[in-house]
């Protein structure tokens, strides 16, 4: 694990770093000092570790919890590189589409196939991360919708010290192998008027999950439309669950 | 309206009255002068205005938001007189239903015709609520589940100085002629395995609400295991609500 910077800024520090090839970012509170509970953050498609809906919610993670919080680049995103697999699988799905095949299975089999990578990525970062004297091991969550919600929940099912999580945007077909495996406290979001994600495969997606403790928040609005209100709520969920 | 007798316990006062033939109950902070916001809480069907499921809910807003609280008894309720021409139509649904008939429609055939006597005797609860100091004019909520919820659909749909109400455990059936006419803002919980609201009925009357800010709240469990968590969620929500 490498530092290549540090900033500070209303009470967070920011230390970008890279393990191996995977840059990421790990946020603590300004002059953070012993072991806290540890949020991992998986951003959306196309996005990366810094992206505003990750950093916002980041900081008030370590702002308002004391938490320390770690995102990192997922591969094809951010600062790494294209990945000629990755390229060649979207034109081809692209081609399909046209020819009238349905677009959502074919995202569902895409993202399986780099939750292979990520899952692996993640539990040595986390690994990584908790090695270090203002991080070191408490329990961990998990943040992450859309893409994030479809690599959260096979890393979720996989990761024993994950004991919460925050997902959403993401349906069923991606996650149905994993989604039963999830067992942690979960609060899942929902867009009602999802233009990405049909309503019903959300809904089924919450229903697959295995933890008897759920909480399903729908608002309306669109796949990028997740109202402020619920960023107060995950502060609160985590603050409740992570020691 | 008539005041009958007043405790105090863990910081609030309760008052019971009568207005009229209604009798009621009175939450306020101990010591409350001047105005603030009102919850009008509604009960479940065979509750009453103190049942654990109204009180513990009606005493964390007066503590923990400094709200006063209301609660009457619906009609054939509680301390109420029974009323024949619902025990009538209670033993005609019955027996619609031993001969095949769908109880869902009963039930919310009947709610109707007990919202169009609760909605104005709850509109003059407010009236005279409002004249005492230490309640005075400023925001009303709505509280409600189930029967609460098939009443408070109507009345929130009436009464403009409602600005924000939690309602859940109902639906669409019961309520769908009014729940368009709902526009403030609505946290709506639906138990996801309710065996008495049909999971798509919930969800059908959260869909219909005309409200802009809408937010469904869905746990697993039966009609009655809303989860404790649940509580805190309302508490901010009119907090953030009422002024």
């Keep these: 694990m490498r530092f290549i910077s540090e900033t500070s800024a209303d009470g967070v520090r920011e230390q970008l770093f890279t393990l191996g090839e995977i840059p990421g970012v790990l946020w ?19 996005q990366h570790k810094k992206a505003p809906g990750v950093s916002v919610r980041a900081r008030r993670f370590a702002v308002e919890c004391g938490f320390a919080v770690v995102a990192v680049d997922v591969p094809a995103h951010g600062d790494r590189p294209k990945v000629d697999e990755y390229d060649r699988i979207v034109a081809e799905n692209q081609a399909r589409v046209e ?3 349905e677009l959502a299975p074919l995202i569902a ?16 970062v986390v690994d990584a991360v908790q090695d270090l004297d203002h991080v070191g091991r408490r329990d961990v969550g998990y943040w992450g919708v859309s893409l994030g919600c479809g690599l959260g929940v096979p890393f979720v099912a996989a990761e024993p010290r994950v004991r919460a999580a925050v997902l959403g945007l993401g349906g069923v077909l991606a996650s149905a192998d994993f989604a039963p495996l999830v067992t942690v406290p979960v609060e899942f979001l929902v867009q009602w008027d999802d233009e990405r994600v049909p309503r019903e495969q959300g809904l089924a997606l919450f229903d697959a999950l295995g933890s008897v403790e759920k909480s399903l928040h729908a608002n309306p609005g669109l796949h990028g439309e997740i109202p402020a209100f619920e960023i107060d709520s995950a502060v609160r969920f985590f603050a409740r669950h992570l020691r």
């Design 28 to 46: 603590t509170p300004d002059g953070a000092v012993g072991p806290r509970p540890l949020v991992v953050m998986g951003h959306g498609g196309g």
């Design 99 to 101: 020819a009238g095949e």
């Design 109 to 124: 089999e895409f993202q399986a196939l780099v939750a292979r990578q990520t899952v692996p990525e993640w539990r040595g």
